[in-house]
């Protein structure tokens, strides 16, 4: 099972919101490029970036700080935040991002998502399911929509996409651990691979994950955890490793 440091963005800065709120931030870091260097020197493979500014405003908005970020490092980048029409997924193809994470305009936009997919493949669409109890929010988890997270998940796979990330809001940063049955159930469900992510503080809760592989869970996302140092990387990543080879 993969595992997925966050370095979320917001003035070009690292920082981690806690359940998604803008006046409830901590600053971690200055320099997005350090802070990818250090997971990517720590054994990551992949990383995990979220643009919050273009998530709150519609559109990508700390592109100086991920073309900082994929120059940097030699493994993948995923971005998310504000991708909503298949021009501003090319524009972040451009600078080297593997893959790209729409949201809301999954709900609000659908089309958007199969065009995308059909430009770009499935490899390189991944659709973010942001929940709270249940159903999807967007605009940057401002607003919750009345559509639920696996319905969603089933109309995005009818239009090619393969890999879904599940977010229970309620568990983002609050340390509570990663809402694992409501995970797996989707992933069993929808048939698609499931990226995790909320909550995550231990290094059992990335082993109650990677428990969970052959139900399609593919990754967990880990973001506060990390900085805060109640989780080490490495020690993740053997967990994952570990689980996943026994």
Known sequence: MLVLPAIDLRGG??????????????????????????WAESGAE?????????????????????????????????VGGGIRDVGSAAKLFSLGVSRVIFGTIAV????????????????????????????VAVRGWTETSEVSALDLADRMKGFGVARIIYTDIRRDGMFTGPNVEATVELARKSRLAV??????????????LAAHEADGIEGVIIGKA?????IRLEEALHAARKRTSA
């Open 195 to 208: 990226i995790a992510s909320g909550g995550v503080s231990t290094v059992a809760d990335v082993e109650r």
């Open 108 to 135: 609000a936009e659908p089309e958007v998502v199969r065009r995308a997919v059909e430009r770009f493949g499935p490899g390189r669409i991944v659709v973010g399911l942001d929940a709270r109890d249940g159903l």
């Open 226 to 230: 990390l900085y805060d140092g109640t």
């Open 13 to 38: 800065r690292v920082v981690r919101l806690r359940q998604g709120r803008a006046e409830d931030q901590t600053t971690y870091r200055d320099s997005p490029a350090a802070a990818a260097r250090r």
């Open 46 to 78: 992949w990383l995990h970036l979220v643009d919050l500014d273009g998530a709150f405003a519609g559109q990508p908005a700390n592109l100086d700080a991920i073309r900082s970020i994929v120059a940097a490092v030699d493994i993948s980048c995923e």
